[in-house]
């Protein structure tokens, strides 16, 4: 079945400890994105990828690292998580510009 | 700097009720454009999107939607809502040519039954 993962669904943690958010399609996609989502505020893209190797920022990158180092994977890292970095957390694939992402599940991820 | 501004952060309506939401955006350039929805509990959708050509775009679920570029206006409409229509949907912005996008802050959709 064609699909974006992403594990975990769920994270709690604590300000300071490192956490990756794995993100994961079976469809062959050039392109790949990560947003965060908060209430009033809708989707913010925090990175993009438009192939292996290359990534950009997008609206809210501080804070976060990502990686294309295979076409599959796009794990979104957050190096020294922060209380203001508590969201809903979206990875989504595309096969060109012209054609519609493709959206995760999403993860939840507290930091207390 | 890109914005997207939707101005309704919340809209009821009666079933059979016609539906109309603002999308304005702010860019310099060339866009694409994008309507997508989340039903409760779920992800992202998308319901249309703009590249070229006709404004006036059809989508899914009897959505269409109105590229005015005089206006930087992208409204979503749909002339008779259900009561599975309620949902959040967002208005997104994209340059073209690039994928860095923009989405709006949403516009959650109650319908009564």
């Known amino acids: 079945e064609a699909q974006v993962t992403q594990n975990p669904r769920y994270l709690i943690t604590v300000t300071g400890k490192k956490l990756t958010v794995t993100c994961s399609q079976n469809m062959n996609h050039e392109y790949m994105s990560w947003y965060r989502q908060d209430p009033g505020l809708g989707l913010r893209q925090i990175y993009y990828?438009?192939?292996?190797?290359?990534?950009d920022k997008g609206d809210v990158p501080e804070g976060y690292k990502v990686s294309r180092k295979e076409k599959r994977n796009f794990p979104l890292i957050l190096e020294s998580p922060s209380p203001n970095q508590t969201s809903l957390y979206f990875c989504a694939s595309s096969p060109t510009l012209e054609l519609k992402q493709f959206f995760g599940p999403g993860t939840r991820l507290t930091v207390l | 700097a890109q914005s997207v501004s939707q101005h309704n952060h919340h809209v009821i309506l009666s079933e059979a009720a016609s539906l109309e939401l603002g999308c304005n955006y702010s860019?310099?350039?060339?866009?694409?454009l994008f309507w997508y929805v989340q039903y409760p509990g779920q992800h992202l959708q998308l319901l249309l999107k703009?590249?070229?050509?006709?404004?006036l775009v059809k989508g899914i679920k009897g959505f269409e939607a109105e590229f005015i570029k005089s206006k930087f206006s992208f409204n979503l409409r749909k002339p008779s809502v259900q009561w599975s229509d309620t949902a959040e949907y967002f208005c997104a912005v994209r340059p073209t040519g690039g994928f860095k996008t923009i989405f709006g802050a949403g516009t959650r959709l109650f319908v009564k039954a």
């Open positions: 990828s438009m192939n292996v190797e290359a990534t």
């Open positions: 703009y590249f070229s050509g006709d404004p």
């Open positions: 860019y310099g350039g060339t866009v694409n």
